[in-house]
């Protein structure tokens, strides 16, 4: 898309009255749109005991780090054996991701803590195609049956989950050899 003739991005720039670039100099590229892109700037906090323990990290902080960006890859980001993402969203497959492909030592354990239930998940579907082949099937359809209830105290079936939230569970393919230790606890 960059490459595109028409499509002009600005990187690490300061828009501002009296910054490198005013939105009155972005106006004269006459666009059809300025889309300021700036990604999540805080941290939501949980205000749970530990919270502050070591080996707690927000989730931008420990993008932040995998991406390599200043100052956060020279600050400790130490991780263990088994590793809990609170989320259901995007950030959190993606943080699931990098663990699972990427980090230099991989745990025997990722799993993605829900505060919601399966079919309220808030990744898209392409974003999940990166990790689905992850997934422990016999811990995740066991978490299902110990939510079950639940789930049909708010009129949900647990036989749709496949169908509307995780489409890997309708395929016959087998997870990814060695790799077991992904799943999902809501």
């Known amino acids: 898309m960059l490459a595109l003739p028409n499509v002009h991005y600005l990187g690490h720039v300061c828009v501002a009255s009296t910054g490198c670039l005013s939105l009155h100099e972005l106006r004269q590229f006459n666009p059809a749109a300025i889309v300021f892109a700036v990604g999540a700037q805080g941290t939501k906090k949980l205000e749970l005991d530990g919270s502050s323990a070591r080996g707690v990290y927000s989730a931008k902080d420990f993008v932040y780090f995998y991406n390599q960006l200043p100052p956060y890859t020279s600050q400790d ?72 209830s639940r789930l049909e105290a708010v009129g949900q079936e647990i036989s749709k989950v496949a169908e509307q939230t995780f489409p890997i569970l309708a395929s016959h393919t087998r997870s990814v050899p060695g790799l077991d230790g992904f799943c999902f606890a809501f």
Request: charged share 30%; aromatic share 12%; glycine share 6%.
């Open 77 to 148: 980001f130490s991780t263990g054996k088994r590793i809990a993402v609170i989320g259901m969203g995007n950030v959190a497959i993606d943080i699931a991701h990098w663990f699972l492909v990427d980090a230099p030592e991989k745990p025997e354990e990722v799993t993605i803590i829900a505060r919601r239930g399966p079919f309220e998940a808030k990744f898209d579907k392409k974003e999940f195609a990166f990790v689905e082949q992850y997934l422990d099937r016999e811990p995740f359809h066991a978490e299902l049956k110990r939510i079950q």
